[in-house]
Protein backbone atom coordinates (compact mmCIF):
# COMPACT_ATOMS: atom_id res chain seq x y z
CA UNK A 1 0.00 0.00 0.00
CA UNK A 2 1.43 3.41 -1.03
CA UNK A 3 1.70 5.79 1.59
CA UNK A 4 -0.07 9.11 0.35
CA UNK A 5 1.30 12.66 2.18
CA UNK A 6 -1.85 15.02 2.86
CA UNK A 7 -1.12 18.55 1.49
CA UNK A 8 -2.24 21.58 4.13
CA UNK A 9 -3.44 25.06 1.96
CA UNK A 10 -3.74 26.13 5.39
CA UNK A 11 0.03 25.13 5.91
CA UNK A 12 1.13 26.59 2.73
CA UNK A 13 -0.15 29.92 3.55
CA UNK A 14 1.87 30.26 6.70
CA UNK A 15 4.99 31.65 5.11
CA UNK A 16 8.17 30.21 3.33
CA UNK A 17 9.15 27.63 5.11
CA UNK A 18 5.61 26.03 5.63
CA UNK A 19 4.87 26.71 1.54
CA UNK A 20 8.44 25.04 0.76
CA UNK A 21 7.42 21.92 3.06
CA UNK A 22 3.83 21.49 1.42
CA UNK A 23 5.00 21.99 -2.22
CA UNK A 24 7.40 19.08 -1.55
CA UNK A 25 4.94 17.24 0.21
CA UNK A 26 2.80 17.50 -3.30
CA UNK A 27 5.42 16.83 -5.43
CA UNK A 28 6.19 13.95 -3.81
CA UNK A 29 2.30 12.54 -3.76
CA UNK A 30 2.04 13.57 -7.22
CA UNK A 31 5.29 11.65 -8.68
CA UNK A 32 5.10 8.69 -6.54
CA UNK A 33 1.21 8.18 -7.54
CA UNK A 34 -0.81 10.70 -9.64
CA UNK A 35 -3.07 12.09 -6.82
CA UNK A 36 -2.72 13.59 -2.89
CA UNK A 37 -5.07 14.29 -0.14
CA UNK A 38 -5.77 17.58 0.52
CA UNK A 39 -6.54 19.12 3.95
CA UNK A 40 -7.21 22.76 5.23
CA UNK A 41 -8.90 23.54 2.59
CA UNK A 42 -11.07 26.06 4.33
CA UNK A 43 -14.33 25.07 2.96
CA UNK A 44 -17.21 25.37 5.18
CA UNK A 45 -18.41 22.39 6.65
CA UNK A 46 -22.24 23.29 6.92
CA UNK A 47 -21.59 23.94 2.84
CA UNK A 48 -20.03 20.71 2.51
CA UNK A 49 -23.25 19.67 3.73
CA UNK A 50 -25.44 21.37 1.92
CA UNK A 51 -24.02 20.73 -1.32
CA UNK A 52 -24.44 16.49 -0.19
CA UNK A 53 -27.51 16.91 0.24
CA UNK A 54 -29.37 19.16 -1.98
CA UNK A 55 -27.45 17.43 -4.74
CA UNK A 56 -28.81 13.86 -3.68
CA UNK A 57 -32.30 15.23 -3.66
CA UNK A 58 -31.79 16.06 -7.25
CA UNK A 59 -30.72 13.04 -8.21
CA UNK A 60 -33.47 11.04 -6.03
CA UNK A 61 -36.27 12.87 -8.54
CA UNK A 62 -37.85 11.13 -11.12
CA UNK A 63 -36.23 11.07 -14.74
CA UNK A 64 -39.07 12.71 -16.09
CA UNK A 65 -37.99 15.69 -13.96
CA UNK A 66 -34.34 16.14 -14.51
CA UNK A 67 -34.85 15.65 -17.79
CA UNK A 68 -35.54 19.52 -18.01
CA UNK A 69 -31.90 19.95 -17.72
CA UNK A 70 -30.54 17.13 -20.07
CA UNK A 71 -27.13 17.71 -21.75
CA UNK A 72 -27.84 19.06 -24.90
CA UNK A 73 -25.03 17.47 -27.24
CA UNK A 74 -22.39 15.63 -26.98
CA UNK A 75 -19.27 18.44 -26.82
CA UNK A 76 -21.64 20.33 -24.32
CA UNK A 77 -21.15 18.94 -20.97
CA UNK A 78 -23.62 20.77 -18.67
CA UNK A 79 -26.41 19.33 -17.37
CA UNK A 80 -28.28 15.98 -16.41
CA UNK A 81 -27.48 12.77 -17.84
CA UNK A 82 -28.90 8.93 -16.82
CA UNK A 83 -27.00 5.97 -15.99
CA UNK A 84 -25.27 4.22 -19.54
CA UNK A 85 -25.29 7.55 -20.95
CA UNK A 86 -21.65 7.63 -21.01
CA UNK A 87 -18.78 5.13 -21.20
CA UNK A 88 -15.47 6.87 -19.63
CA UNK A 89 -13.28 4.15 -21.04
CA UNK A 90 -13.77 4.97 -24.74
CA UNK A 91 -11.84 8.12 -23.96
CA UNK A 92 -8.40 6.14 -23.69
CA UNK A 93 -9.82 3.95 -27.05
CA UNK A 94 -11.06 1.13 -25.27
CA UNK A 95 -14.33 -0.15 -25.67
CA UNK A 96 -16.36 -0.85 -22.68
CA UNK A 97 -20.39 -0.92 -21.79
CA UNK A 98 -22.01 2.28 -20.22
CA UNK A 99 -20.93 3.23 -16.94
CA UNK A 100 -23.26 2.74 -14.15
CA UNK A 101 -23.51 6.18 -12.94
CA UNK A 102 -25.76 9.79 -13.08
CA UNK A 103 -23.85 12.73 -13.71
CA UNK A 104 -24.89 16.38 -13.30
CA UNK A 105 -22.58 19.39 -14.79
CA UNK A 106 -22.12 23.13 -14.88
CA UNK A 107 -19.09 25.31 -15.82
CA UNK A 108 -17.84 28.69 -14.57
CA UNK A 109 -20.06 30.58 -12.52
CA UNK A 110 -18.91 34.39 -13.12
CA UNK A 111 -17.41 34.00 -16.75
CA UNK A 112 -19.07 35.50 -19.97
CA UNK A 113 -20.98 32.66 -22.09
CA UNK A 114 -21.37 32.12 -25.90
CA UNK A 115 -22.67 35.78 -27.06
CA UNK A 116 -20.77 37.89 -24.80
CA UNK A 117 -17.65 39.61 -24.47
CA UNK A 118 -14.66 37.92 -23.69
CA UNK A 119 -16.92 34.69 -23.72
CA UNK A 120 -14.82 31.87 -24.93
CA UNK A 121 -15.60 29.43 -27.91
CA UNK A 122 -16.97 26.20 -24.93
CA UNK A 123 -18.44 29.12 -22.78
CA UNK A 124 -21.55 26.95 -22.98
CA UNK A 125 -24.39 28.35 -20.39
CA UNK A 126 -25.30 26.29 -17.24
CA UNK A 127 -28.32 24.55 -16.96
CA UNK A 128 -30.21 24.72 -13.29
CA UNK A 129 -32.78 22.81 -12.21
CA UNK A 130 -35.89 24.15 -10.67
CA UNK A 131 -35.82 21.61 -7.54
CA UNK A 132 -35.06 21.12 -5.45
CA UNK A 133 -34.97 24.27 -3.70
CA UNK A 134 -31.43 26.11 -3.23
CA UNK A 135 -29.88 24.25 -5.58
CA UNK A 136 -27.86 27.02 -8.17
CA UNK A 137 -26.87 28.85 -4.97
CA UNK A 138 -25.54 26.38 -3.09
CA UNK A 139 -23.57 24.90 -6.04
CA UNK A 140 -22.49 28.39 -7.27
CA UNK A 141 -20.65 28.74 -4.18
CA UNK A 142 -18.86 25.26 -3.75
CA UNK A 143 -17.67 25.94 -7.40
CA UNK A 144 -16.11 28.96 -6.37
CA UNK A 145 -14.36 27.68 -3.43
CA UNK A 146 -13.16 25.15 -5.95
CA UNK A 147 -11.48 27.56 -8.42
CA UNK A 148 -10.10 29.06 -5.55
CA UNK A 149 -8.62 25.85 -4.20
CA UNK A 150 -7.59 24.71 -8.05
CA UNK A 151 -5.39 28.36 -8.22
CA UNK A 152 -3.86 27.46 -5.12
CA UNK A 153 -2.79 24.27 -6.39
CA UNK A 154 -1.68 25.51 -9.89
CA UNK A 155 -0.03 28.13 -8.13
CA UNK A 156 2.31 25.78 -5.76
CA UNK A 157 2.97 23.38 -9.01
CA UNK A 158 4.17 26.13 -10.47
CA UNK A 159 6.84 26.88 -7.68
CA UNK A 160 6.96 23.42 -7.54
CA UNK A 161 8.84 23.80 -11.15
CA UNK A 162 10.81 26.60 -10.33
CA UNK A 163 8.41 29.35 -12.14
CA UNK A 164 6.59 32.47 -10.65
CA UNK A 165 3.71 31.90 -8.25
CA UNK A 166 1.70 32.83 -10.78
CA UNK A 167 2.56 31.33 -14.31
CA UNK A 168 -0.58 29.85 -14.86
CA UNK A 169 -2.85 33.04 -13.87
CA UNK A 170 -2.93 33.94 -17.94
CA UNK A 171 -3.52 30.37 -18.64
CA UNK A 172 -6.74 30.20 -16.69
CA UNK A 173 -8.87 33.88 -16.97
CA UNK A 174 -11.28 32.00 -19.39
CA UNK A 175 -10.92 28.61 -18.03
CA UNK A 176 -12.94 25.83 -18.99
CA UNK A 177 -12.97 24.23 -15.74
CA UNK A 178 -15.94 22.42 -14.56
CA UNK A 179 -18.34 20.90 -11.68
CA UNK A 180 -19.68 17.61 -12.08
CA UNK A 181 -21.67 15.50 -9.53
CA UNK A 182 -21.52 12.02 -9.48
CA UNK A 183 -24.38 9.32 -8.59
CA UNK A 184 -23.60 5.64 -8.56
CA UNK A 185 -27.37 4.30 -7.64
CA UNK A 186 -27.67 0.91 -5.97
CA UNK A 187 -27.34 -1.82 -8.25
CA UNK A 188 -30.28 -4.18 -8.37
CA UNK A 189 -28.56 -6.42 -10.80
CA UNK A 190 -24.93 -7.55 -11.75
CA UNK A 191 -23.09 -5.25 -13.60
CA UNK A 192 -22.29 -6.92 -17.23
CA UNK A 193 -18.67 -8.60 -17.67
CA UNK A 194 -15.68 -5.39 -17.11
CA UNK A 195 -18.52 -2.97 -16.49
CA UNK A 196 -18.13 -0.08 -13.69
CA UNK A 197 -19.75 3.00 -12.12
CA UNK A 198 -17.15 4.86 -14.19
CA UNK A 199 -14.58 2.95 -16.73
CA UNK A 200 -10.69 3.31 -16.87
CA UNK A 201 -9.62 6.78 -17.59
CA UNK A 202 -7.44 9.17 -16.75
CA UNK A 203 -8.27 13.22 -16.64
CA UNK A 204 -8.00 15.53 -19.44
CA UNK A 205 -7.46 18.72 -17.45
CA UNK A 206 -4.45 20.29 -15.12
CA UNK A 207 -6.05 18.70 -11.63
CA UNK A 208 -9.00 16.92 -10.51
CA UNK A 209 -10.26 18.10 -6.85
CA UNK A 210 -12.42 15.53 -5.59
CA UNK A 211 -14.59 14.92 -2.23
CA UNK A 212 -16.61 12.22 -2.28
CA UNK A 213 -18.79 9.87 0.37
CA UNK A 214 -16.80 6.92 2.22
CA UNK A 215 -19.16 4.01 0.91
CA UNK A 216 -18.90 0.66 -0.78
CA UNK A 217 -17.38 1.33 -4.60
CA UNK A 218 -15.65 3.89 -4.60
CA UNK A 219 -12.47 5.25 -6.17
CA UNK A 220 -8.92 3.22 -7.51
CA UNK A 221 -6.27 4.52 -8.96
CA UNK A 222 -3.76 2.00 -10.92
CA UNK A 223 -0.59 1.04 -8.71
CA UNK A 224 3.29 0.87 -9.70
CA UNK A 225 2.70 -3.12 -10.23
CA UNK A 226 -0.27 -2.78 -12.10
CA UNK A 227 -2.64 -3.37 -8.80
CA UNK A 228 -5.94 -1.23 -8.49
CA UNK A 229 -5.52 0.49 -5.06
CA UNK A 230 -8.94 2.00 -3.20
CA UNK A 231 -8.84 5.48 -2.54
CA UNK A 232 -10.36 6.87 1.25
CA UNK A 233 -12.85 9.55 0.49
CA UNK A 234 -14.67 11.48 2.95
CA UNK A 235 -16.94 14.78 1.85
CA UNK A 236 -13.99 16.78 3.80
CA UNK A 237 -10.81 15.53 2.75
CA UNK A 238 -10.28 16.46 -0.98
CA UNK A 239 -8.19 14.08 -3.04
CA UNK A 240 -6.41 15.64 -5.84
CA UNK A 241 -5.59 13.74 -9.24
CA UNK A 242 -3.10 14.76 -12.01
CA UNK A 243 -4.71 15.38 -15.37
CA UNK A 244 -3.45 14.65 -19.02
CA UNK A 245 -2.68 18.54 -19.64
CA UNK A 246 -0.06 18.24 -15.91
CA UNK A 247 1.56 15.68 -16.87
CA UNK A 248 2.60 17.13 -20.11
CA UNK A 249 3.33 20.58 -18.66
CA UNK A 250 5.53 18.35 -15.98
CA UNK A 251 7.02 15.86 -18.95
CA UNK A 252 5.33 13.15 -16.74
CA UNK A 253 7.16 14.10 -13.71
CA UNK A 254 3.25 13.85 -12.22
CA UNK A 255 2.03 11.28 -14.31
CA UNK A 256 -2.03 11.11 -15.56
CA UNK A 257 -3.69 9.24 -13.16
CA UNK A 258 -5.45 6.22 -14.55
CA UNK A 259 -8.48 5.88 -12.15
CA UNK A 260 -11.87 4.39 -11.73
CA UNK A 261 -14.80 3.86 -9.95
CA UNK A 262 -15.16 -0.12 -8.84
CA UNK A 263 -19.06 -1.52 -8.18
CA UNK A 264 -19.67 -2.14 -4.65
CA UNK A 265 -19.92 -5.84 -3.08
CA UNK A 266 -22.95 -7.66 -4.04
CA UNK A 267 -23.50 -8.31 -0.68
CA UNK A 268 -24.39 -4.87 -0.39
CA UNK A 269 -25.28 -3.40 -3.79
CA UNK A 270 -28.62 -3.33 -3.32
CA UNK A 271 -28.12 -0.60 -0.31
CA UNK A 272 -24.97 1.43 -1.75
CA UNK A 273 -25.40 4.07 -3.65
CA UNK A 274 -22.29 6.83 -3.38
CA UNK A 275 -22.25 10.98 -4.21
CA UNK A 276 -19.33 12.32 -5.28
CA UNK A 277 -18.09 15.78 -6.54
CA UNK A 278 -15.57 16.19 -8.91
CA UNK A 279 -14.27 19.99 -10.15
CA UNK A 280 -12.39 19.29 -13.54
CA UNK A 281 -9.58 21.92 -14.04
CA UNK A 282 -9.13 22.97 -17.66
CA UNK A 283 -7.31 26.26 -19.01
CA UNK A 284 -8.15 28.48 -21.53
CA UNK A 285 -9.30 26.76 -25.09
CA UNK A 286 -6.81 27.99 -26.75
CA UNK A 287 -3.74 27.22 -24.80
CA UNK A 288 -0.88 25.33 -26.03
CA UNK A 289 0.36 22.62 -23.21
CA UNK A 290 4.28 21.87 -23.62
CA UNK A 291 6.49 20.58 -20.88
CA UNK A 292 7.47 23.19 -18.65
CA UNK A 293 11.17 22.50 -18.35
CA UNK A 294 11.76 22.32 -21.99
CA UNK A 295 15.10 23.57 -22.56
CA UNK A 296 14.97 26.05 -24.78
CA UNK A 297 13.67 23.52 -27.40
CA UNK A 298 10.93 24.21 -29.47
CA UNK A 299 7.57 21.97 -29.58
CA UNK A 300 6.49 21.89 -33.19
CA UNK A 301 2.98 20.09 -32.31
CA UNK A 302 1.93 20.85 -28.77
CA UNK A 303 -1.46 19.77 -26.95
CA UNK A 304 -4.21 22.59 -27.36
CA UNK A 305 -6.10 22.57 -24.44
CA UNK A 306 -9.67 22.92 -25.96
CA UNK A 307 -9.40 20.70 -28.32
CA UNK A 308 -7.81 17.52 -26.39
CA UNK A 309 -10.62 18.30 -24.16
CA UNK A 310 -13.80 18.50 -27.11
CA UNK A 311 -12.16 15.06 -28.00
CA UNK A 312 -12.09 13.44 -24.60
CA UNK A 313 -15.41 14.30 -23.86
CA UNK A 314 -16.80 13.64 -26.92
CA UNK A 315 -15.27 9.89 -27.25
CA UNK A 316 -17.01 9.39 -23.69
CA UNK A 317 -20.95 10.69 -24.69
CA UNK A 318 -20.76 9.06 -28.22
CA UNK A 319 -18.70 5.96 -26.79
CA UNK A 320 -16.50 5.99 -30.00
CA UNK A 321 -18.54 7.01 -32.66
CA UNK A 322 -17.71 10.35 -34.69
CA UNK A 323 -20.27 13.04 -34.87
CA UNK A 324 -21.84 14.44 -38.34
CA UNK A 325 -21.27 18.23 -38.35
CA UNK A 326 -23.72 19.91 -40.86
Known sequence: MLSIPSVDLAEAARGSVSRARQIELLDTACSRSGYAYLVGHQIPTALLSDMFSVTRQFFLLPDRVKEAVAQPAPEQVRGWSGSGSEGMTYSIGEESHGDLKEKMDIGAVDAPVLGQPGAGPMAYPNLWPGAPD?????????????????????????????????HFVPRFDTELSM????????????????????????????FTV????????????????????????????????????????????????LN????????????????????????????AVAPLRGGGKQVTDPLIAGRHLTDKYTRQTTFGRRIRRS
Open 179 to 206: LRALYYPPQAESPLPHQSRAGIHTDYGA
Open 134 to 166: GFRPIWEQYYRHMQRVGGELMSMAAEAFGLPSD
Open 260 to 287: RTANPPRSVALDSSRLEFSFYQHPNADV
Open 210 to 257: TSAESTPGGLEVLGPHGEWLEVSTTPATLVVLVGDLLAEWTDDHWPAT
